[in-house]
């Protein structure tokens, strides 16, 4: 069945948005924030480039391992016993994502918009819903996705706009005045989120072009990174750092700031009527790739089948967990970054070097080299490459020497966005150079040319 579905690169990207930025945006700034105080909006680069690796761990085992999925993979590099408690391991970290979700926004929405209605309820309904997509493909998310996450995504960014009139500057300040320890702290924390790109393993065996492959998910990674990136700069500009590390839902208290006209203050029943169905993508994601794995373990490739008693199970078991938020949010905060880096790091590496000794396609040629096309492609690799590095040591060099001065401080902030936002258009720019390149070589290949 997941043999028919088509997903399209900018699928992917949006797909990557909506999993990893709308769990996000539930409470996890709060316990930024609380870490790295005014500079937390500093805390997304050690997660992107985390989360850059996996996809490209992810890419190579497409290559060595086609019409596979992780769960094939694992068992076809550590055989049948070992391999299966691996992948009980690995579905037991699936279920752990989707029992996240789904209590943490059953909590969110007992808390803000329905205290009336019980968190069971609540649950109950979310759980029946993903159920329903339980039923299809990942296609069918990817083209509801569609529908969502680009308006989720350009209101996101409007933030900056809407709220300027309560925005200030002087809240930031004095910029990378945090400690060094507490910006690395805060950069670590991330990676419990960023690591929900491994449930993008689940469907390699859809996957037919490897390295457009990795730079869709690249691209949806810097998308996210840039997003939350200006999200919290707005969160820590509206409130400061001592209020927002205060707030459970600091997210949802700063769209109720927006006041656009006397009988329009409601904006933020508007940005979270886009904000829910975009998260919902990425709970059915999670779910789909729960279904898959425990078809794995019968040879099933029809994993609806599995529906109705895996969704009773996750409907039971998510109301036994984290029945306080403040419990949820440190796990997410400081256990799931653990659980992450000690499971995946590993498995990845050992998959990795088992990818390149068992690699049965060869380097895809998407793009002859000498083209125009080539050499834009590859400039746009070196751009990414160089504005993510340039974004490491600006804040490297802002910490030792400019920390001490205000001057230094804006110069410092403006080259971080700066070098973010030129990462993120050269990962676009890359992804389309591929697509392209890959369309071209379809119609050219009856006459053997590619003009460029």
Known sequence: MIHKQVVNHRQIAWLVGSVLLTGMLVSFFHSVTDVAKMDAWFSQLLSVFYGIMVAYVLAELTRAFPGKNIYEIIFIVFGRWVGGVINIILLFYFWLIISL???????????????????????????????????????VAARVNEMYFPAFFVLAMALYVLLGNEYSIERLEPILSTSMNAIVVSNFMPIGIYGDILLFGAFLHATTHPRLFFSAMKHGILIVGFTATMLLLVLLGVMGYTIASRLNYPMFILVQQIHITDFLDRVEIVLFSLWFPAFAIKVIVAY?????????????????????????????????????????????????????????????????????????????????????LYRFYRFCVWLGTFSLSACVFTIIIGTIFLNKSETGGIITAISYVTFFFLALLASYGEMQALNHGKQKLAMEKASGAFRQ
């Open 288 to 372: 789909l790739a729960f279904l898959m794995g425990i078809g794995s373990f019968g040879g099933q490739a029809d994993y609806p089948g599995f529906n109705f008693p895996t969704g009773w199970f996750i409907i039971a078991t998510s109301m036994l967990t984290f029945q306080r938020i403040s419990d949820l949010e440190a796990f997410l905060s400081y256990s799931l970054p653990l659980i992450v880096v000690i499971l995946q790091i590993p498995l990845l590496l050992i998959l990795y070097i088992k990818a390149r000794m068992n690699r049965k396609l060869p380097e895809q040629a998407t793009i002859p080299e000498g083209t125009r």
């Open 101 to 139: 979700d789904v209590k943490g926004a059953s909590k969110f929405f007992h808390a803000t918009l329905l205290p009336q209605t019980p968190v069971e309820i609540t649950l109950l309904v979310f759980v029946l819903l993903v159920m329903y997509y339980g039923r299809t493909s990942l296609e």
